[in-house]
């Protein structure tokens, strides 16, 4: 079992910067690819990046260079860096796991990931 917990988010203006960090707790961190998604209101989840267990990233086309992922094995942590934010990234951010062959394979999908975290809520204002 592995338990996630994210945080930072918050409200910023449009334009401004978060970070979102996502501890994890329970099985072997570095066997695990992690992504993070997000639920704008009234919408479905969608993917936003992920970085597999040997450290390849992809991001969502909306991404536009403005998110950085990373991870950090020695603290069993992956982030979210965002940059340039706008009034459409508001949204509930989740961080989830998976280590299984379709988490990498189909690594934007919802159902390709095992464990989730609650989710922390981004607000931009415009």
């Known amino acids: 079992q592995v338990q996630l917990v994210e945080s930072g988010g918050g409200l910023v203006q449009a334009g401004g910067s978060l970070r979102l960090s996502c501890t994890t707790s329970?099985?072997?961190?570095?066997?695990?690819?992690m992504g993070w998604f997000r639920q704008p209101p009234g919408k479905e989840r969608e993917f936003v990046a992920s970085?597999?267990?040997?450290?390849?990233?992809y991001y969502a086309n909306f991404v536009e260079g403005r998110f950085t992922i990373s991870r950090d094995n020695a603290k069993n942590t992956v982030s979210l860096q965002m940059n340039s934010l706008k009034p459409e990234d508001t949204a509930v951010y989740y961080c989830?796991?998976?280590?299984?062959?379709?988490?990498?394979?189909?690594?934007?999908?919802?159902?390709?990931?095992?464990?989730w975290g609650q989710g922390t809520q981004v607000t931009v204002s415009s």
């Open positions: 989830a796991a998976g280590a299984r062959v379709e988490t990498l394979t189909r690594f934007n999908r919802v159902d390709s990931y095992d464990y």
């Open positions: 329970g099985r072997t961190f570095t066997s695990y690819s």
């Open positions: 970085m597999t267990w040997y450290t390849t990233t």
